[in-house]
């Protein structure tokens, strides 16, 4: 499911959740309240897990504790 395929549609994908993450447009948010707001378009906290590796990973998204920093500029 990471990636789409001709098994795996785009709204399946990770990098489609990645989007989600991205379009709430907070700056700074609660991990726990981001995750809340989101469950329902994840199929399990795997995928939650993977999209948030990916978006820290290409730079658009920082840890700081318990909180998710939007990185501007991205």
Known sequence: ML???????????????MILILELKEKKINLNLLYKKLKHKFTCIDEFIFALDGLYALGYIKIDGKDIIYVSGN
């Open 3 to 17: 990636f789409p395929s001709k098994f795996t549609s785009f709204q399946e994908s990770i990098i489609y959740k």
